[in-house]
Nanobody
């Protein structure tokens, strides 16, 4: 089974920063857009950012101006730089690559923002 692997989560205080990484198989990564989602406790998973193969990015309003998504094709790795973190950013963060009609997910990485 194809698997994406997230890393970089942790616990930070409000206002802090974290950088998440997502590694994927080469062909899948280089031919498709990469997305990040998150799931807060008791809530549905929500989309937060996308980067296309042409490096076009888009963000959910809740993270715009604070988070930056990027990709490094040479390493088959995507990133989510998260700055000015807030308690409401707490949750499990997942990367996603959709190949035709099939969604591929990692197991997620926990981000906790608390004082």
């Amino acid at each position: 089974q194809v698997q994406l692997v997230e890393s970089g989560g942790g616990s930070v205080q409000p206002g802090g920063s974290l950088r998440l990484s997502c590694s994927a198989p080469e062909d899948m990564f280089r031919m498709n857009a990469l997305r990040w989602y998150r799931q807060a406790p008791g809530k549905q998973r929500e989309w937060i950012a996308v980067v296309t193969i042409g490096d076009i990015t888009n963000y959910a309003d809740s993270v715009k101006g604070r988070f930056t998504i990027s990709r490094e094709n040479a390493k088959n790795t995507g990133y989510l730089q998260m700055n000015s973190l807030k308690p409401e950013d707490t949750g499990v963060y997942y990367c996603n690559i959709k190949v035709i009609d099939t969604d591929h997910w990692g197991r997620g990485t926990q981000v906790t923002v608390s004082s």
